[in-house]
């Protein structure tokens, strides 16, 4: 491609939000936007670089500063110090990269970022540039946030049923953590919620789901904001329409795989239990522990990531790795998915997570620990019928009898195969979302295309 055609294709910045469970959906997405012909630089901060194992050399990358360089979050020591500091520090650096890229030819026509840094528009729209919020979480958790925020919904919840439009009727402990339980994190709360404090001015809102999967709620959102458009489920196209030539990972890791793919080779269709709460979830020692003993009294085989920052915890007496089982600090959750040994995944559901199971076509047993994972839990058991919830004591303890119960039903029971089946269907249903003619694909393409066609690139006036 000559340079003549290069200038002309839009150029997009895409500014995730420094945590995993935010990076890969936006940088899955990022590619998609390669494919498309769009030029994309991934803009990050500083400290969070240098977490991350390896960024693919093929992705233009720039740098940002959040005002912690040495350690982001950690040593802030507190929400709310990061969060202001984020938006201070952050706003003034992006500022300078804009002018920087200005300077250098290569002006900026567009920034994607994550809804938790709503300070990215006033940026935007201070350069004329288009500002397209990235909607990580599902459109139903993201409802109920928009209407806590717009008063709809009233903190502390004093309703024993929400009814609200476009979503089943829930109970309050349905709801994100933050809402049933908004004291234990208010500084988390209000940055939460904070993300929809000036969505309507966005030029564009892309969330990361698929219209099929929450017809009701997305009829009702583009009625409130028309620009939104769900282009999902963002995961490496090779586990979905295999469009993208060699996507298979995320690209992106913030831990190193243990090889475990090798282990479940060697069992049977359908045996293994596949456990893992993410990169960010704790469990204590006694929760740990009921896990252990559900393993160890379940008559399939099992996989468990378990981090090395959480591995203190387990029981001295528990062996580790044995015939049954295969205890590992990190892994590659898609090609574990996707294996034909993998009977149900044990997960704390959040959203990357359920997406991936459910574009994997596996059915779950949930254990959600906080934030979004209550109502995904609630999605995944009630609306999609592709799982059981494991229930917890009145400790917010799921004993190991109540979990080994759910690993046999799911494992070994007609209504697990039912759950399986519907597994399947939801797979093939975010399949055809990315593939050639999909929902996704097809708002994908009408978001380059207004990049394209809209006069959206920008004249830059130089003094």
């Known amino acids: 491609m000559d340079s003549e055609s290069l200038a002309r294709r839009p150029h997009c910045l895409l500014l995730p939000f420094p945590a995993l469970g935010h990076l890969n959906p936006m940088f899955q997405f990022l590619k998609r ?31 940002i500063s959040d005002g912690f360089d040495n350690g982001g979050f950690e040593e802030a020591k507190s929400g709310k110090v990061y969060f202001e500091s984020f938006r201070r520090v952050g706003k003034e ?53 928009y209407h806590v925020k717009k008063g709809n919904l009233h903190i502390p919840l004093i309703e024993q049923s929400i009814s609200l439009p476009g979503l089943p009727s ?5 709801l994100p953590s933050f809402l049933y339980d908004h004291e234990s994190s208010p500084d988390v709360l209000d940055y939460v919620l904070d993300q929809f404090s000036n969505i309507e001015e966005a030029d564009w809102i892309l969330c990361n789901s698929i219209y099929e999967l929450e017809t009701e709620v997305a009829e009702w959102f583009t009625k409130i904001l028309p620009k939104l458009r769900t282009i999902g489920p ?43 709460f993410g990169s960010m979830a704790t469990l204590n020692e006694e929760q740990m522990e ?31 790795n044995s015939e049954k089982g295969l205890i590992i600090t990190w892994c590659p959750q898609l090609q574990v998915l996707a294996h034909e040994a993998v009977g149900c995944f044990v997960t704390h559901c959040g959203w990357n997570s359920t997406m991936e199971a459910l574009s994997l076509g596996v059915p779950m047993v949930a254990m959600p620990q906080w934030t979004d994972q209550t109502t995904n839990a609630y999605y995944i058991t009630d609306v999609l019928k592709m799982g059981l919830r494991a229930p917890a004591d009145e400790k917010g303890i799921v004993r190991g009898e109540s979990l080994k119960h759910c690993i046999k039903e799911m494992m070994e029971t007609e209504n697990g195969k039912e759950m399986k089946k519907n597994a399947l269907n939801w797979k093939t249903l975010a399949t055809k979302a990315v593939d050639e003619g999909g929902s996704s694909i097809k708002y994908i393409s009408e978001f380059v295309n207004s990049l394209s066609t809209s006069g959206a690139h920008r004249v830059i006036p130089f003094n």
């Open 33 to 63: 936007l390669k494919h498309e012909g769009v030029r994309v630089t991934l803009v990050i901060p500083r400290f969070f670089c240098k977490k991350l194992h390896e960024i693919p050399t093929s992705i233009a990358l720039e740098y």
């Open 93 to 145: 650096t992006l500022c300078e990269l804009i002018e920087k890229l200005d300077r250098s030819g290569n002006s900026v026509d567009c920034i994607v970022y994550d809804s938790h840094l709503c300070w990215v528009l006033e940026v935007a729209k201070r350069f004329g540039i288009v500002g397209a919020s990235f909607l990580a979480q599902n459109l139903a958790v993201d409802s109920l946030y």
């Open 170 to 174: 829930l109970q309050p402990k349905d």
């Open 234 to 276: 963002t995961i490496p196209s090779m586990f979905l329409d295999k469009r993208l030539e060699d996507d298979k990972d995320y690209g992106c890791a913030l831990f190193k795989s243990e090889e475990c793919i090798k282990w479940l080779d060697e069992r049977r269709k359908g045996s293994v239990c596949y456990i893992s």
């Open 290 to 320: 009921e896990i252990v003993c559900a393993l160890r009294d379940s008559d399939c085989y099992f996989l468990w990531v378990v981090r090395t920052t959480e591995e203190c915890k387990l029981p001295k007496y528990f062996v580790k």
